[in-house]
């Protein structure tokens, strides 16, 4: 997980609560600090990245700010690469102005994880999914000290329901990066085979998978809190249920009628 730099598309309570177990198993998994583990952690609101310089946070979203120095380190270094190539800010530069404040973010930061629950419904769009493509294909993370990203595949989150709100579809993801996404949506999806004739079957990403068990963990044991730990051990457990076969789909979950 230390691997990656995670980019959050909204701020709400869904993407906050994300965060917040995502740097929960990063402390537990990779025994990081809290500090290094919200180091991995970039989240934008509908006002655009969350920084430490904005006065309008809430202390939700304030825990989860980065920075602005390093923000602004982060694009001078951008528009210093674009000015040694040759350029005043190409298409691939974070530099440069771009069509939307989440494609600007994503050629800056060049995240190897994107996460919607902004139910902003296409706000994944081609641009949105190639540079995030581009970027992992061979890139440096934004994160103190440098060091390079070891990650393979970008990988796509489209986690916002109904599906009219999906930041993309499973089809636009894969035609995007050719390939190369490993993606997950708030709602089943349709999957697609593709030129080699593979099937392809994106999962389900939704807290329904976890409500059953651990309903019936809290009511066994009755315990009186529902602790972060306990919700990573029921995603860990239902990550374990993916069969070989439904792997080879490019499914990252097992499917919702399999589950027990």
Same mark, same amino acid.
């Given at each position: ?17 994300c ?12 025994g ?8 991995r952690?970039?989240m ?5 990245l ?6 309008d ?31 005043s800010?190409g ?12 494609? !600007? #973010?994503?050629?800056?930061l060049? $995240?190897s994880? %994107?996460?919607?629950? *902004? ?6 769009? @081609? =641009? ?10 061979g ?9 390079a990203?070891a990650?393979a ?24 990066t050719?390939?190369?996404a490993?993606y997950a ?27 059953p ?7 066994? !044991? #009755?315990?009186?809190?529902?602790? $972060?730990?306990? %919700?990573?051990a029921a *995603?860990?457990?239902?990550?374990g249920?993916? @069969? =070989? ?14 589950l027990?």
């Amino acid at each position: 997980l230390m691997r990656q730099t995670f980019l959050f598309f909204g701020a709400g309570q869904a993407n906050i609560g994300c965060a917040q177990l995502l740097t929960e198993a990063l402390q537990l998994q990779e025994g990081v600090s809290p500090a290094e583990a919200q180091s991995r952690v970039w989240m934008m609101d509908s006002k655009g990245l969350l920084l430490d310089d904005r006065s309008d946070l809430s202390p939700e979203k304030a825990r989860f700010a980065q920075p602005a120095d390093l923000y602004r380190r982060l694009l001078q270094q951008s528009c210093a690469t674009s000015d040694d190539n040759g350029r005043s800010g190409g298409s691939d530069s974070g530099c440069a102005s771009a069509s939307s404040p989440l494609l !600007s #973010a994503v050629r800056l930061l060049r $995240p190897s994880t %994107l996460v919607g629950a *902004a139910s902003v419904g296409g706000a994944f769009d @081609s =641009d949105v999914l190639r540079a995030l493509a581009d970027g992992v294909a061979g890139t440096q993370p934004a994160k103190k000290g440098g060091g390079a990203a070891a990650v393979a595949r970008p990988v796509v989150l489209a986690l916002s329901n109904p599906t009219s709100r999906a930041e993309c579809t499973y089809a636009q993801a894969y035609e995007a990066t050719r390939g190369a996404a490993v993606y997950a949506s708030g709602t089943q999806l349709p999957g697609l085979v593709d030129g080699y004739g593979k099937t392809r079957t994106p999962s389900q990403a939704n807290n329904c998978y976890v409500f059953p068990g651990i309903g019936m963990g809290c009511a066994a !044991s #009755a315990a009186t809190d529902v602790t $972060p730990r306990m %919700l990573l051990a029921a *995603a860990r457990a239902v990550a374990g249920l993916l @069969s =070989d076969a439904e792997l080879a789909e490019e499914s990252v979950l097992p499917s919702v009628t399999r589950l027990p």
